[in-house]
């Protein structure tokens, strides 16, 4: 068979320096677009655009992706232009206290209405006593003070007329009203003379004072009514004079905002009426109180329900963008904090504050799923004020039934808010496989893209992203060969020559890195030679566990052969990924056959340390055997598969190929060369598939041949399909063009057999039989020699059994 090795061309792509017209990235322009994202950034425009209910965006991107700085510079200037939204502010609930009024606002006139309120105070503060210190109301008072004196004395008058008449003296003094007799000169009889009076003198004074006592209790209660009635003239009278003096400072306020909301109207009505009946506050004066050794001193009186909250205001144009970092369920909703008083804590409508909601009332939220997931009930407050389209602030200990006090219950606000989510698609996926409501909330999804397609165009607009890092990290420009240097990276990343990572954070660390050393040399830009430095010093930063694997290779602690041939055995090819660091290396994989009743046992599997994509590629060359060869007879093999000294998971179905090729070495006892390695999954048809982390694993078996000394017999066997895909190092290259080290192209496992061993593969002849030396022919050859055997076997097993029976009967 002809099988074709690959070029040095085609195991590495490079980016020609020429191919980019500019000598540093200090003469690049900046992106206007966002390279490779079109789609999401189509989805993102349009979920920001559409203000229908429910149309909250999902924005899914692998970290380190750019998701959250794209989304965000986006939706920024998608912002600039849009109306900037209503303040909103807490007010004193005058007739339920507790429930504090939420009040809106045009925008930046919150704070100019709280200072509105404090001058209104400031003046009535000063305005108020002036006035009730004045002639006017004094003389009012006056007034009032004697018509009730008039009326009072009036009314004593007749009493005591009435107690002249019946010679009884009326006398007022500290202790009351006392009655006295008098005689008949006037004058009033002292206790010794009334005794020496006749009895029936004696009684009828008795009887007049009785009567007297009967008229006085209908007087008290004609004083207290005038009491009454003069206390609320006095009253009324300061509500009157009041109200003259706060009527045309609150009506230049509803003046002002007569053409907003009704609510600011009748909160402005309710200050007016509680500052006329609580006028009081605004006359008391600091009283000092002595009770026991303990002195107190009354505070002036509190003016804090006139204050008002200003919860949310704009200070810049445009809708706002928020970004909550750590989206708890009071940093979303709100809270309501407390203070110490008294060793209680108490709260007020001016403590509460603010959430991330609030801040984003009629612009942008930014979220991260899965921050938001690992918060208590942050998730679902946030759909719940979704559905309601109003924020609620509660308390977490509510939520959670721990608490059972009157606590403030602020009015909800009105939300207009887009919700963006950021997060991983195995995220999204679940929240749309196991939440109902989430698909109703969140309606559209942007999907960031991996990478993009690799041509000239593209890499000059990849080096303009590239020159937009460096600004925009304050770096070094990057000279034009570090740039190509950067874009072949990029394209490794991708793990596809034709293709370019998407994965700005490694690109952004790469660069800085790069930046480091040049710095440290005092070059006036990067060169390829810095990015060279970094990349083999990052990836030398995260080998440890890589060079101790190797360092077991070498001491053949870990078998692994690169020369010589033997039969039943093969190097596979496996690849990890630990801590952002992936390397590659071989396995030794081995296949033991014999007589059997068509059991291909896998070790892995059985104890368990095969994953189910390993174990199904295991499945199918079993199917490929049964399927190809001795297809008139049961299989009768009985084979085992193992990755020698494996210790660990062996996942994925890469060396199934491999795993085939080791049985059909042991099966036509065809030795396989070991300077050889191989990966690729194989079909039920017998093609070979193409896998990941190639380069990874062929640079892993070179290594390994490098060390031991490269003799041009090794290589390693790759999916033809895999071709794009190969990005090597550079000492690879190097060995492939001194043709020290080979990558060949296989498509079927006839082609991979056939290299592995030397010898002819085979094919069916017209008459369906396969060569005899061939490989395909030696193991149907000795497939059916096992089911001949099988069938031997179980023959004189019967006859035995029979002979048994028949010896017993005797």
Request: with cysteine; net charge negative; proline share 4%.
């Amino acid at each position: 068979m002809d099988i074709r090795t690959i070029t040095p061309e085609e195991a590495y792509r490079q980016c020609s320096a020429d191919e980019l017209p500019f000598e540093t990235t200090a003469e690049v322009e900046e992106l206007t677009r966002y390279i490779g994202q079109d789609r999401a950034l189509e989805a993102v425009e349009f979920g920001i655009s559409m203000r229908h209910r429910g149309f909250n965006l999902f924005v899914i991107g692998p970290e380190g992706s750019g998701r959250h700085t794209v989304v965000q510079s986006f939706i920024n200037r998608q912002a600039e232009g849009e109306a900037t939204p209503s303040d909103w502010c807490y007010v004193f609930n005058f007739d339920q206290p507790h429930k504090p009024v939420a009040l809106e606002f045009p925008s930046k006139q919150g704070p100019v209405f709280r200072q509105e309120m404090h001058e209104l105070i400031d003046t009535l503060k000063t305005t108020i006593p002036t006035v009730f210190e004045g002639d006017d109301y004094r003389a009012k008072k006056r007034e009032l003070n004697e018509n009730l004196k008039q009326q009072i004395d009036k009314i004593y008058e007749e009493m005591i007329a009435k107690g002249k008449a019946e010679s009884i003296a009326v006398v007022r003094n500290d202790q009351g009203i006392v009655f006295t007799p008098l005689d008949d000169k006037g004058r009033p009889i002292d206790l010794e003379t009334f005794r020496k009076q006749p009895e029936d003198r004696r009684k009828e004074f008795e009887g007049n004072i009785e009567k007297l006592h009967a008229a006085l209790q209908k007087t008290v209660h004609q004083v207290s009514i005038l009491n009454r009635e003069a206390k609320e003239q006095r009253r009324q009278l300061k509500k009157e004079t009041a109200s003259l003096c706060v009527a045309h400072l609150i009506d230049t306020l509803k003046a002002k905002y007569y053409t907003e909301q009704g609510e600011i109207l009748h909160y402005l009505n309710c200050v007016e009426k509680q500052l006329t009946e609580n006028v009081d506050d605004f006359l008391e004066r600091l009283e000092p109180q002595r009770e026991g050794l303990i002195s107190f001193v009354s505070g002036p009186p509190s003016f804090d329900q006139y204050d008002v909250n200003v919860l949310v205001t704009h200070e810049e144009d445009g809708a706002p963008v928020v970004y909550e970092d750590l989206p708890t369920y009071q940093n979303l909703h709100g809270r309501i904090e407390h203070q110490a008083q008294m060793g209680m804590l108490t709260t007020k409508f001016s403590l509460i504050m603010p959430g991330a909601l609030h801040r984003a009332n009629g612009g942008y939220i930014i979220i991260d799923a899965r921050r938001l997931l690992m918060e208590p009930f942050a998730y679902e407050g946030l759909k719940r004020t979704l559905r309601s389209r109003k924020i609620r602030m509660e308390p977490v200990e509510r939520l959670l039934g721990l608490m059972s006090t009157v606590t403030l219950e602020p009015e909800p606000i009105e939300l207009n808010t887009k919700v963006v989510l950021i997060g991983e698609p195995m995220i999204y996926y679940l929240l749309n496989d196991y939440d109902p409501e989430f698909q109703s909330l969140f309606k559209v999804q942007a999907d960031f893209e991996y990478d993009m397609e690799r041509s000239s165009v593209s890499q000059q607009r990849y080096a303009s992203l590239i020159a937009g890092l460096a600004r925009g990290n304050e770096l070094l420009p990057l000279h034009r060969t570090a740039v190509a240097r950067v874009i072949e990276e990029a394209a490794r990343h991708a793990g596809d020559r034709k293709k370019l990572s998407l994965h700005i954070r490694k690109v952004a660390d790469l660069i800085k890195e790069a930046d480091y050393l040049a710095r440290k040399t005092n070059k006036e830009h990067i060169e390829a030679e810095d990015i060279e430095i970094a990349v083999t010093a990052s990836k030398r930063r995260g080998r440890r566990i890589h060079d101790r694997i190797f360092e077991s290779i070498e001491d053949n602690i870990r078998h692994i052969e690169t020369s010589g041939e033997k039969s039943g055995q093969v190097n596979g090819l496996s690849a990890v990924e630990i801590g952002g660091d992936s390397f590659g290396f071989p396995t030794r994989i081995t296949a033991v056959t014999r007589p059997g009743k068509g059991d291909i046992v896998d070790i892995e599997r059985e104890i368990e340390l095969g994953g189910p994509i390993h174990s199904k590629g295991v499945l199918i060359l079993g199917s490929f055997l049964s399927s190809r060869y001795a297809r008139r007879v049961p299989l009768g093999l009985q084979a085992s598969l193992v990755f020698e000294q494996s210790y660990g998971g062996v996942e994925g179905d890469s060396a199934s190929c491999a795993e085939l090729c080791a049985l059909l070495s042991s099966l036509a006892d065809a030795p396989i060369r070991q300077g050889l390695a191989m990966t690729g999954s194989i079909s039920q048809k017998g093609e070979v598939q193409p896998v990941g982390g190639l380069n990874e694993k062929i640079e892993g078996f070179f290594d390994v041949c490098a060390t031991r000394g490269l003799t041009g017999s090794e290589g390693v066997i790759i999916p033809a399909s895999n071709l794009r895909h190969l990005m090597l190092k550079k000492e690879v290259v190097t060995a492939i063009a001194e043709k020290q080290f080979f990558i060949y192209l296989v498509s079927t496992v006839d082609e991979a057999i056939s290299l592995l061993t030397g010898q002819d593969a085979g094919e069916r002849d017209s008459n369906g039989v396969y060569p005899e030396e061939s490989i395909n022919g030696r193991v149907e050859a000795t497939l059916l020699r096992f089911a001949s055997d099988l069938q031997e076997f179980e023959k004189g097993k019967e006859q035995k059994e029979e002979g048994s029976e028949h010896k017993i009967i005797t």
